[in-house]
């Protein structure tokens, strides 16, 4: 399975609902953010940063538990690294293949925060904030039974958070270098 054909398998498009959900948190985001920016406590660049982030956040939520059916119940797998272990003792390519797509799931994540909280964040940050993105999405797809949970994506979505937010908090500091 290719990237395009992952993203269009599941991304499929949202219901009136989700539309309506969506655009209505966003409006509230938005007027928060107005209001702080009024207050002189954010800069525009960081409104459009937590704009990108809430809707890529959306996307993801979309993408990794609501456009999955029902298993009817409730699947989990506790050992850490299992993963890993199974492309090193059985080869599975699939395998490698799903942990790679883990870790880049959050990188554009990661790639945004330095410019949402306007400054470079050191890599535990990303990681964590990575890290906890992802549990919500695994906790989701285990009360909703709509995936497996494992802490092994968690780690990878984290670690891709924190990639991301390396490389971006690099570019932010030079970009804020440029401007003096």
């Avoid at 509230?28 to 953010?33: H, K, W």
């Avoid at 494992?150 to 991301?164: Q, R, T, V």
Wanted: glycine residues 6%; charged residues 15%; contains cysteine.
């Amino acid at each position: 399975m290719d990237l395009y054909q992952i993203f269009t398998e599941h991304n499929r498009p949202w219901s009136g609902f989700e539309i309506t959900c969506y655009f209505s948190i966003l409006v509230v985001l938005l007027l928060v953010y107005i209001h702080l920016y009024k207050h002189g406590k954010v800069k525009i660049a960081q409104i459009v940063a937590g704009l990108v982030l809430f809707t890529y956040a959306c996307v993801a939520l979309e993408s990794t538990v609501f456009t999955r059916k029902s298993q009817g119940y409730h699947a989990y797998e506790l050992e850490v690294f299992w993963s890993w272990k199974s492309v090193i003792k059985y080869h599975s390519k699939e395998m490698i293949k799903e942990n790679l797509l883990n870790i880049a799931l959050l990188f554009p994540f990661g790639l945004v925060l330095p410019f949402a909280f306007y400054k470079r964040l050191s890599w535990w940050k990303g990681l964590v904030i990575g890290f906890l993105l992802s549990a919500v999405i695994e906790t989701l797809q285990f009360v909703l039974c709509r995936g497996l949970f494992e802490f092994d994506d968690m780690i990878h979505n984290g670690l891709g958070c924190m990639l991301g937010c390396v490389l971006a908090g690099f570019l932010f500091q030079k970009l804020l270098e440029s401007r003096e």
